[in-house]
């Protein structure tokens, strides 16, 4: 079956860095996308990987790992509005995406 | 940018009445709509996919009489759902592609609260 794997909840200081990882198992591979999703809100788009290595865009960072199915997205220099959940996505070899359930990141003072 | 408005944001109904939840892109065409239902602290579960003109393509144990889809036109997709009741109560997010982008990038609609009471 198709897996998607991330950590339920992490919690960090405000402006320290963070790393949330995310490993995959799907049918076929055709990106890995990252969301953030504060509650009550949609996702919205933070990266896309498609290709190993790594992407940066300001304070946040995607890695991706074909060979070995993982990606973690870094988040550095935190606010506190960065509080929210992180949505690890697989586009799978039918164009499907397949989710993770969310990473839950708690900033503290 | 891509844009997808989403309509109404929340919604209290009663038990037995149908609720219609609009999904509009603003800016370009979405020949796809995707329609995910999330549950709290759950992830987002797709529970259909319409194309522009054709009959939507349900997940497996998605009751399309109950979720009725209509992609009627390129800038519009509605999602029913009909006879609702209690355990309906959800978080219902559209989704579409952006043509042309080299990511594959989706756009999300604001999402619409169900309560169904």
């Known amino acids: 079956g198709q897996n998607i794997d991330q950590p339920t909840e992490m919690t960090a200081t405000e402006g320290a860095i963070v790393q949330i990882n995310c490993t995959y198992q799907?049918?076929?591979?055709?990106?890995l996308f990252w969301y953030q999703q504060h509650a009550g809100e949609a996702p919205t788009f933070l990266s896309y990987?498609?290709l190993d290595g790594l992407e940066e865009k300001g304070r946040f960072s995607s890695f991706l790992s074909r060979s070995k199915g993982y990606s973690y997205l870094l988040l550095k220099e935190l606010q506190m509005k960065d509080s929210a959940s992180y949505l690890c996505a697989v586009m799978d070899s039918n164009y499907q995406l397949i989710w993770g359930a969310g990473t839950k990141l708690i900033i503290k003072p | 940018g891509a844009v997808v408005s989403q309509h109404p944001s929340r919604v209290i109904c009663k038990s037995g009445t149908s609720v219609k939840i609009e999904c509009r892109s603003l800016d370009f065409q979405a020949t796809t709509m995707f329609w995910y239902r999330q549950f709290p602290k759950k992830s987002l579960m797709l529970m259909a996919t319409s194309n522009e003109g054709s009959k939507a393509t349900y997940e497996q144990g998605v009751e399309k009489d109950k979720f009725l889809i209509n992609h009627a036109s390129l800038t519009l997709s509605t999602l029913t759902v009909t006879s609702a009741h209690p355990e309906d109560s959800s978080f219902y997010i559209c989704s579409a592609s952006i043509p042309g982008t080299e990511s594959h990038g989706y756009t999300f609609g604001s999402g619409t609260r169900l309560t169904v009471v």
């Open positions: 990987n498609v």
């Open positions: 799907t049918s076929g591979f055709n990106g």
